[in-house]
């Protein structure tokens, strides 16, 4: 996860924040060979939140993986992964694991940003190729020279800033798991 799937070459861009999410459904032969990963992670800017399914699950690598106890969620079952939707959209929420965009300390301030899209619909393209194994992959030599920003194939100068997570429904706290409330 770490060294591959948060990768530049992989979409990941400084200053966005980087959410790993790990589900199992019983336990790890190392249990400190997962923790030390799960350190590696956080200690990589990638915000773990941890996911256990059924009575197999040991608590403990849960919250060793999560680092948070807030961003550990449990079931019984398979069936029950549906009631942990909300609460973990609302844990990403929260969750600030990022790379750390630079400041003015380390001479970011007034710059101008050299890596950008040469075209303006990459974003369109990056949905349209989804599941065919991604526009930014299938494509790579294109994505590079017409999209290098949106495919994160350069490294940015100026941080991206996530928009914050707001929530649209009036009834959010119905749906927070009775442990949360």
């Known amino acids: 996860m770490r060294e591959q799937m948060f990768s530049a070459t992989m979409g990941a861009r400084s200053g966005v924040p980087r959410i790993g999410i790990v589900i199992t459904d019983g336990k790890s032969p190392n249990i400190q060979n997962t923790k030390t990963q799960a350190d590696a992670a956080r200690g990589a800017g990638i915000e773990m939140l941890a ?4 009575s197999s699950v040991d608590k403990t690598e849960l919250d060793a993986i999560a680092g948070n106890p807030n961003h550990v ?7 029950g992964l549906n009631t942990l939707v909300d609460p973990i959209l609302t844990g990403t929420c929260d969750a600030t694991g990022t790379m750390a965009p630079p400041t003015a300390a380390s001479g970011a301030s007034n710059l101008t940003e050299t890596c950008v899209d040469t075209i303006k619909n990459c974003d369109g393209y990056v949905r349209a190729y989804a ?13 590079q020279q017409q999209c290098p ?3 994160g194939f350069c490294t940015t100068i ?3 800033t996530a928009p914050p997570c707001i929530d649209e ?13």
């Open 51 to 54: 996911v256990g399914i059924g």
């Open 73 to 79: 969620y449990q079931v019984s079952g398979f069936d």
């Open 131 to 143: 599941s065919a194994g991604g526009y930014c992959n299938t494509y790579k030599t294109q994505a």
């Open 149 to 151: 920003f949106t495919c």
């Open 158 to 160: 100026i941080p991206q």
């Open 169 to 181: 429904w009036t009834n959010c706290t119905d749906y927070l798991l009775s442990s949360d409330r």
